[in-house]
T-cell receptor, first 113, second 115 residues
Framework: GDSVTQMEGPVTLSEEAFLTINCTYT??????LFWYVQYPGEGLQLLLK?????DKGSNKGFEATYRKETTSFHLEKGSVQVSDSAVYFC????????????FGRGTQLTVWP | NAGVTQTPKFQVLKTGQSMTLQCAQD?????MSWYRQDPGMGLRLIHY???????DQGEVPNGYNVSRSTTEDFPLRLLSAAPSQTSVYFC??????????????FGNGTRLTVT
């Protein structure tokens, strides 16, 4: 079945460090891919998305490229800030059924000043 | 602009008790859903609805009931709470199911503990 695998956390970085959070997926067909972010005490918010192979989603300095050949959608940011501390979730939806949005387990990121 | 509102924020139940988690949205969204979030498990879909009067099961529906009598409200009922239902519950909505450009809007969650 469809699934998403994220790198285990927690990830701890110093401010201005480079961030990579790995995400790989298993799905038939051509899924759409998402990154959601959850700040402490809040619900999830959509960070970025990509709907077809080689698309690059970007927002708030974060980027992720849909790589069909490696079934990956790794999240990157060149210089993290303390305010980026949150839990990041990779997710996919196959076809057009948002009701079947599959989430990864989440990766906790802590950024120290 | 309230968005998705969940109540209560926290709840403690004893095994066997029943309760309803409330979810309301003021964005005229057709699609509403319930997820549970457990440590190391990510989010798992419990039930969802594509419009008033229509509901369907997600990945983990057992022990939960839902109904959708209005567009705005989508309550989640626990008929007989069990310790395995201790979790954080999130309600989420979007304009139309299946619209990739219509992202899910999440509430701030209900933290439920069953003793």
């Amino acid at each position: 079945g469809d699934s998403v695998t994220q790198m285990e956390g927690p990830v701890t970085l110093s401010e201005e460090a480079f961030l990579t959070i790995n995400c790989t997926y298993t799905a038939t067909g051509y899924p759409s891919l998402f990154w959601y972010v959850q700040y402490p005490g809040e619900g999830l918010q959509l960070l970025l998305k990509a709907t077809k192979a080689d698309d690059k989603g970007s927002n708030k300095g974060f980027e992720a490229t849909y790589r069909k050949e490696t079934t990956s959608f790794h999240l990157e940011k060149g210089s993290v800030q303390v305010s980026d501390s949150a839990v990041y979730f990779c997710a996919l939806v196959r076809g057009s059924t948002l009701g079947r949005l599959y989430f990864g387990r989440g990766t906790q990121l802590t950024v120290w000043p | 602009n309230a968005g998705v509102t969940q109540t209560p924020k926290f709840q403690v139940l004893k095994t066997g008790q029943s309760m309803t988690l409330q979810c309301a949205q003021d964005m005229n969204h057709e699609y509403m859903s319930w997820y549970r979030q457990d440590p190391g498990m990510g989010l798992r879909l419990i039930h969802y609805s594509v419009g008033a009067g229509i509901t369907d099961q997600g990945e983990v529906p057992n022990g939960y009931n839902v109904s959708r009598s209005t567009t705005e409200d989508f309550p989640l009922r626990l008929l007989s709470a069990a310790p395995s239902q201790t979790s954080v519950y999130f309600c989420a909505s979007s304009y139309v199911q299946g619209q990739i450009n219509s992202p899910l809007h999440f509430g701030n969650g209900t933290r439920l503990t069953v003793t």
